[in-house]
C-alpha cells in the first residue's frame, strides 16, 4: 500500500477544497484575519497570487512591523489598491513614537477608507502620548457606517452628522472637542442599538445625556479615580432592554422611560466613598428614583458596593415585581442587608450569592425572613466556595429551611482535606429543608455529592 502517495493525495484535496471556494467567500474569511498574513497567502499558488488585493478590509497592528516605515508602507500600498466593491472593515491598532507624522498620515488613511463606502471604523491609539489623532469630519458623513470603535482619540465637533447606518458605537477613553460631541451622536444615529463608553477625566464632560429612541442596550463605564462631585448621567432610551453601569466617580444617574428595560448590571456608589449624610434629602431622592426607573427588570446583578450605599443611606427600596433573577455579590462585606433586599422581590425564582469567606460573624443572626417569605424561589447558586465557616452555612441553612419549593441548591467546598469535607456534609444533611423536593448540589475540585 502505497501510504505516501494517499497522504499527498489527501493534502492536495483538502487544498482544492480550500481552492476551490468562491472567491468572494475566500475575501471574507480572509477579511477575519490578520492582513499581513493575508498578503503572504500570495505564495501558496497562483490562484492566490492576487487575491489579496480583493479582500475588503484591513486588519493591522503596528507591533508587527519592524519599523514605522515599513508599517506606514505596508497600508499605503494596500489602500491604494483600486477595488470594485466597499471597503467593509478598517482595524487599525498603533503604538509608536512618531506622534506627529502619525497624526496626519492615520487621519489621510481614514479619510481614504470613508470615501470607499466603509462599514466598519475601529481604531485604537496604544501611544498614550501628548498628542492624539483627531478624527476627521468626514466620518460624521459616511453613510455606509454600521459600527464604529474608537480608543484614545478625539471626536470633533460636526456641523452636520448623517449616520443612518450605525448600530454600534464603543468609545474608550475618547476626548471630545466640547460637551456637547457625544449628545449630538448619539441623537443623530437614528438606527443605534448599542452603546459602549468607557470614561475618564479627559473628556470634560460634566453631564454625559444618552438621548436615543432606538437604543436597546447601554454600558457605562468609570475610569476617573478622582471622582466627579458635579458629574451626571442621564438615560432617556424608551427601547432600551439591557444596562450595565460600573462606576464608582459620577455623583448622579438618572434614567426615564425605562419600561422596556430587561436586564440591568449596577455597580455604582454615587460617589460617596464615605457614609452618605443623613440629611442630604436630594442623594437620597435620586437614589430612590435610579431604583424606582430599574425596577422593572427581570434579571438584576448588583454589587456590594451598591447595596451598602443604598443602605447606608437609608434609601426605600422600590418594589422589584417583574425580577425573577438576582445575582447580588457580598464580597467580604456583611449579609445583613440580604434579607431586606429579597422582601422587595416577591416573584423571584433564582438567586445567586457571591461572598468570600470571612473569619467574621457578622450577618450571622440577622437573617430574619419569615418563612412564607420565599415561597417563590426555585434555584439558588452559591458561587464562592463554602469553607465551614458561620457566615456561609448561616446563608445555607436559612435559604433551606425557608423556601417551600426550591428544586435546587448548589454550591461548593473549597476544603482540600476529606475530614473537613466530611464535616461539612455531615452538617449540610442535618439542615432541615422546607421543600421535599429540593437536591443540594454540593462540589469541589475532585468530586460531586448529591444530598
Known amino acids: 500500500m502505497d501510504r505516501g502517495g494517499d497522504a499527498k493525495r489527501e493534502r492536495r484535496s483538502d487544498e482544492d477544497r480550500l481552492s476551490n471556494l468562491p472567491e468572494s467567500l475566500l475575501c471574507q474569511i480572509m477579511l477575519n484575519i490578520p492582513t499581513k498574513d ?3 497567502s500570495c505564495v501558496l499558488s497562483r490562484r492566490w497570487r492576487n487575491l489579496w488585493r ?21 497600508v499605503d500600498r494596500f489602500l491604494g489598491v483600486e477595488r470594485e466593491s466597499c471597503f467593509e472593515r478598517f482595524r487599525l491598532r ?90 449630538k451622536l448619539i441623537s443623530s444615529c437614528s438606527a443605534l442599538e448599542s452603546l459602549i463608553i468607557s470614561r475618564s477625566s479627559v473628556d470634560d464632560i460634566d453631564v454625559l445625556r444618552v438621548r436615543s429612541r432606538s437604543l436597546l442596550r447601554f454600558k457605562h463605564i468609570g475610569n476617573c479615580s478622582d471622582g466627579w462631585d458635579g458629574c451626571e448621567v442621564a438615560i ?38 464615605e457614609l452618605p449624610d443623613p440629611n442630604n434629602r436630594p442623594k437620597r431622592k435620586m437614589i430612590r428614583d435610579f431604583l ?17 450605599v443604598i443602605f447606608d443611606s437609608s434609601c426605600e427600596l422600590p418594589v422589584f415585581h417583574n425580577l425573577s433573577s438576582l445575582h447580588i455579590d457580598f ?3 456583611s449579609l445583613k442587608m440580604l434579607s431586606t433586599f429579597l422582601q422587595s422581590c416577591p416573584n423571584l425564582k433564582s438567586l445567586v450569592v457571591e461572598f468570600k469567606d470571612s473569619s467574621e460573624e457578622d450577618g450571622v443572626g440577622v437573617l430574619s425572613i419569615p418563612l412564607c417569605f420565599l415561597t417563590t424561589l426555585e434555584y439558588v447558586k452559591i458561587e464562592r466556595p463554602i469553607t465551614g465557616e458561620a457566615r456561609g452555612m448561616k446563608l445555607v441553612s436559612y ?47 475532585r468530586s460531586c455529592w448529591l444530598l
Open 399 to 445: 435559604i433551606l429551611e425557608n423556601s417551600p419549593i426550591l428544586k435546587k441548591l448548589t454550591l461548593s467546598l473549597k476544603s482540600s482535606r476529606e475530614n473537613e469535607e466530611s464535616v461539612i456534609l455531615k452538617e449540610l444533611l442535618t439542615v432541615p429543608r422546607l421543600s421535599t423536593s429540593c437536591k443540594v448540589v454540593v462540589s469541589d475540585p
Open 331 to 333: 464580597e467580604d462585606h
Open 94 to 183: 498603533y503604538d509608536c513614537d512618531e506622534e506627529e507624522r502619525t497624526i496626519s498620515i492615520v487621519k489621510r488613511w481614514i479619510n481614504i477608507v470613508v470615501n470607499q463606502k466603509l462599514k466598519v471604523l475601529d481604531v485604537l491609539d496604544y501611544t498614550w502620548g501628548n498628542e492624539e489623532v483627531q478624527i476627521p469630519p468626514s466620518v460624521y458623513t459616511c453613510e455606509s457606517l454600521v459600527s464604529m470603535k474608537l480608543c484614545n482619540v478625539i471626536l470633533p465637533n460636526p456641523q452636520f452628522i448623517s449616520l443612518p447606518l450605525v448600530k454600534a458605537i464603543e468609545l474608550d477613553i475618547v476626548k471630545f472637542a466640547n460637551a456637547l460631541v457625544l449628545e
Open 38 to 40: 493575508v498578503v503572504k
Open 54 to 74: 480583493y479582500v475588503p478590509g484591513l486588519n493591522v497592528e503596528y507591533s508587527e512591523f519592524l519599523d514605522y516605515n515599513a508599517f506606514v508602507s505596508f
Open 292 to 308: 424606582a426607573e430599574i425596577s422593572t427588570v427581570k434579571t438584576l446583578f448588583i454589587s456590594s458596593h451598591t447595596l451598602e
Open 236 to 273: 432617556d432610551a424608551p427601547k432600551l432592554e439591557y444596562l450595565n453601569i460600573s462606576d464608582h466617580s459620577t455623583a448622579k444617574f438618572r434614567i426615564k422611560n425605562s419600561g422596556s428595560l430587561v436586564e440591568a448590571n449596577i455597580n455604582i456608589i454615587f460617589n460617596m466613598e
